[in-house]
């Protein structure tokens, strides 16, 4: 359908899991792929070409603030324009209150909620040039929710949505639009390290009796990212098989 031909999208942390999925769906509709991650992975740079459009891997520590001025210019200098931003790179560090460490709270606030923070300061000067843009803030239902045992998780990801809800008022009358997914209980390898006990435990919860997939996600980001939401903006979208109803 080409959705998002002549565009160019930026996702952090797209080597593998969600922000792959998203990078491949978004590139199956002809948009050009910038993406960031700690490590890049080349077999993920190989199955996005082989979608026939331009794509370059940065290797970058989204939490770094100079570092992701540094690369936004790249990006800006290789291919010209930034579309679209997706703030995907996060990680988790999970404990209870009393047992949790000052250095996983820290680590995961500044990975998960400073690196959306790093990415929308250095791309929104490139789309108030533009007119326009689309930024996707990769949530949680734990954001929307909170969850024992993730108090430094939940935290990261609510602020996400205020982050994103904010933008949309500050830059809306730019023509810029943002909005969060919240993501359910999706199988990717965070997920993988759950015991299969509580893997059944997690699908008990949800009524479509399965866990989500990283390409149901890529589908919402695609309609976020396209013109078929040219009106939709600070808004949340829970993916989570209503698992939170």
């Known amino acids: 359908m080409d959705l998002l031909k002549g565009k160019v999208a930026l996702i952090t942390g797209a080597s593998r899991g969600i922000g792959k999925a998203i990078a491949l769906k978004f590139a199956s509709e002809g948009a050009d792929i910038a993406f960031t991650d700690l490590k890049i992975i080349p077999e993920t740079v190989t199955e996005l070409e082989a979608l026939g459009v331009k794509v370059k891997a940065y290797e970058s520590n989204a939490a770094d603030f100079a570092a992701t001025e540094t690369v936004v210019n790249q990006i800006l200098e290789d291919f010209g ?92 009358p730019k023509g810029i639009r943002a909005n969060c997914i919240a993501p359910g209980f999706i199988i990717t390898d965070m997920t993988a390290a759950l015991s299969e006990e ?48």
């Open 81 to 172: 324009r930034i579309d679209i931003l997706v703030n995907n790179a996060g990680i988790t560090k999970d404990g209870l209150m009393l047992r949790m460490t000052e250095e996983q709270w820290d680590a995961v606030l500044t990975v998960n909620l400073k690196s959306a923070f790093n990415y929308i300061h250095a791309v929104t000067p490139i789309m108030m040039r533009q007119r326009g843009g689309s930024i996707i803030g990769m949530s949680s239902v734990v954001g929307l929710h909170g969850n024992a045992g993730q108090c430094n998780y939940a935290s990261s990801k609510a602020g996400m949505i205020a982050l994103h809800k904010s933008i949309a008022q500050e830059m809306g």
């Open 198 to 245: 509580m893997r059944k435990e997690w699908e008990k919860r949800i009524p479509l009796r399965r866990g989500g997939t990283p390409e149901d996600i890529a589908g919402v980001a695609l309609f976020l990212a396209s013109d078929l939401s040219a009106y939709v903006s600070g808004q949340v979208i829970p993916v989570d098989g209503a698992m939170a109803c």
